[in-house]
């Protein structure tokens, strides 16, 4: 288990009830791409995999991301950085398909990332 880091404004899910209601609110399609903003330790992860085949997930705690890996291998397409230097016109270009953003994002951030979103 990894212990949330204060300089990345970290701060996991814990309880599966809200976890599985914010995955159900999102109505996703098997033909949707997802992309999760910072996985973490995979709450949210867990139950994205489930229901899609299609899931990417932009973690930029290495350790995180080792945890990820070790937990959901191929399931999880995972990229290790910084999210505001992603490209998300890259994934709908690949796959030609919706794409759908989630992610448990620290306040700090919320608003760069929101603006980040609606440039791509």
Do not use: C
């Amino acid at each position: 288990m990894i212990a949330p880091k204060k300089s990345l404004g970290q701060h996991f899910l814990k309880d599966e009830n809200i976890v599985r209601k914010i995955v159900q609110s999102l109505q996703l399609k098997n033909t949707d791409v997802v992309v999760e903003i910072g996985s973490g330790r995979g709450a949210l992860t867990k139950y994205l995999v489930e229901q899609n085949d299609h899931v990417i997930g932009i973690e930029v705690d290495s350790g995180a991301a080792g945890l990820l890996r070790e937990n959901f291998g191929g399931k999880l397409k995972i990229i290790i950085g910084d999210v505001l230097r992603v490209d998300l016109t890259e994934f709908f270009r690949e796959r030609n398909r919706k794409l759908r953003v989630v992610g448990n994002i620290p306040y700090y951030i919320t608003s760069e990332i929101l603006f980040w979103l609606f440039d791509q």
